[in-house]
């Protein structure tokens, strides 16, 4: 038992996330009509770690009322992070704070979507360590 004089303190857990990997074909790809080369063949798309509040259910729900009403307002599904590489062929992180309905309309309209697990690690360590 701890004496009056010492107080004990506990670090408050943190929030779980659920991890995602997104993929999509490489837009190289899709620009040259060769986007066949990378359908369904992971190692040749474009990555990304989304990392969200929502469980696999909720997101699947999410992403299903996207398709079907494109004008669907919704929160966003989480933050986004992802490798792009300069013009001068140097690869840097790209994080989107708030991945929602504009990025999946732009170069995320087609992708897939692979469950991998949850973390507690903060969203501001996995920006800063990428």
Request: proline letters at 5%; hydrophobic letters at 30%.
């Amino acid at each position: 038992m701890a004496s009056p004089q010492r107080k004990l303190f506990h670090k408050p857990k943190r929030k779980k996330r659920n991890v995602y990997i997104l993929s999509r074909p490489l837009s190289a790809a899709s620009h040259l009509n060769l986007s066949f080369l990378s359908d369904g063949k992971l190692p040749l798309c474009h990555w990304g770690v989304l990392v969200s509040d929502y469980d696999r259910i909720e997101l699947q729900r999410h992403l299903q009322s996207l398709r079907e009403d494109p004008n669907h307002r919704r929160s966003s599904l989480g933050t986004l992070i992802e490798l792009r590489r300069t013009e001068t062929n140097v690869n840097t992180i790209n994080v989107i704070k708030e991945f929602g309905e504009i990025e999946m309309s732009d170069e995320w309209h087609v992708m897939g979507v692979k469950y991998i697990g949850t973390t507690s690690y903060p969203i501001r360590g996995l920006r800063t360590r990428g």
